[in-house]
């Protein structure tokens, strides 16, 4: 539903439109929706009456150009970005991963008050979401700079190589404190029976998996009831007497051949 209401703020479903620009030289603005947060799943992350919402971040925003935005609103005590919306705050190595695409910004107030007044916003008024101290790069000058950010291929491989490295290293350690643990008993008084020779077992993979699948697949059809229903019973006796109507048909014919060709001998 969308609605205008006293206040000249644009409602869309609940959600209030903000009409935003990076610099007063730019023709063309950007619209977030805001509401106040609301969920079953309660967090104390996200306090209930003080959190807003906002969607359709730009991909280039910060969390400076948020407080930004907001700072008239109320004093504002956390921001929270994230590539999609969730019931739980996400961690940073998601966000790493995720793409260039536009965000969600979860802002914390100190009181309710600053929820209401941004929810409040004129659609009419275009609010600015960088200055000279938080300035921001779109367009094409972003795309240069994010491709200017790239790190070095040969330091990510440098610092991939290390990391296999002290994984393996890792990972011998830890096979040679299970070997070394193999037939004694722990604390409990109980021995952990391990796999040895040639049959360890298979490793968990994709294949494997597949495999197993199509075993148990097998195993299911074999073991499956046949004419358990009177359907399947009937479909059966309807199929075997057409097998043998199609057998006796063949069976005529080949006695008819026999017989013009003078090689059939009953006796």
Same mark, same amino acid.
């Given at each position: 539903?969308?609605?205008?209401?006293?206040?000249?703020?644009?409602?869309?479903?609940?959600?209030?439109?903000?009409?935003v620009k990076t610099s007063e030289r730019s023709?063309?603005?950007?619209?977030?929706?805001?509401?106040?947060?609301?969920?079953?799943?309660?967090?104390?992350?996200?306090?209930?009456?003080?959190?807003?919402?906002?969607?359709?971040?730009?991909?280039?925003?910060?969390?400076?150009?948020?407080?930004?935005?907001? %700072?008239?609103? =109320?004093?504002?005590?956390?921001?929270?970005? +994230?590539? &999609?919306?969730?019931?739980?705050?996400? /961690?940073?190595?998601?966000?790493?991963?995720?793409?260039?695409?536009?965000?969600?910004?979860?802002?914390?107030?100190?009181?309710?008050?600053?929820?209401?007044?941004?929810?409040?916003?004129?659609?009419?008024?275009?609010?600015?979401?960088?200055?000279?101290?938080?300035?921001?790069?779109?367009?094409?000058?972003?795309?240069?700079?994010?491709?200017?950010?790239?790190?070095?291929?040969?330091?990510?491989?440098?610092?991939?190589?290390?990391?296999?490295?002290?994984y393996f290293k890792t990972k011998d350690e830890?096979?040679?404190?299970?070997?070394?643990?193999a037939g004694q008993p722990d604390e409990e008084?109980?021995?952990?029976?391990?796999?040895?020779? %040639?049959?360890? =077992?298979?490793?968990?993979?994709?294949?494997? +998996?597949? &495999?197993?699948?199509?075993?148990?697949? /097998?195993?299911?059809?074999?073991?499956?009831?046949?004419?358990?229903?009177?359907?399947?019973?009937?479909?059966?006796?309807?199929?075997?007497?057409?097998?043998?109507?199609?057998?006796?048909?063949?069976?005529?014919?080949?006695?008819?051949?026999?017989?013009?060709?003078?090689?059939?001998?009953?006796?």
């Amino acid at each position: 539903m969308i609605g205008r209401s006293n206040s000249s703020s644009l409602v869309v479903k609940d959600y209030t439109v903000i009409q935003v620009k990076t610099s007063e030289r730019s023709h063309a603005s950007h619209c977030l929706f805001v509401k106040e947060h609301a969920s079953a799943h309660n967090r104390v992350e996200w306090p209930k009456g003080r959190t807003l919402i906002v969607y359709n971040v730009p991909p280039y925003c910060k969390e400076e150009n948020i407080r930004l935005l907001l %700072k008239d609103c =109320g004093e504002i005590m956390r921001v929270f970005l +994230q590539p &999609k919306s969730s019931i739980a705050p996400m /961690k940073t190595a998601s966000l790493s991963k995720a793409p260039k695409t536009v965000q969600v910004a979860y802002v914390v107030f100190k009181k309710p008050t600053g929820v209401r007044n941004a929810c409040s916003f004129s659609f009419d008024t275009v609010h600015f979401i960088c200055d000279q101290e938080t300035p921001l790069r779109t367009g094409l000058r972003g795309y240069i700079e994010d491709y200017r950010n790239i790190p070095d291929v040969t330091a990510m491989e440098k610092e991939s190589e290390k990391f296999m490295d002290d994984y393996f290293k890792t990972k011998d350690e830890e096979d040679k404190k299970e070997k070394e643990k193999a037939g004694q008993p722990d604390e409990e008084g109980f021995i952990k029976v391990m796999r040895h020779g %040639k049959n360890k =077992g298979g490793k968990r993979t994709e294949d494997n +998996q597949k &495999k197993g699948h199509e075993h148990i697949r /097998k195993r299911n059809k074999k073991n499956e009831l046949k004419d358990f229903y009177s359907f399947q019973f009937r479909e059966t006796k309807r199929k075997h007497i057409l097998e043998l109507q199609a057998k006796f048909e063949e069976d005529k014919k080949r006695v008819k051949e026999m017989r013009q060709a003078r090689k059939f001998r009953p006796y």
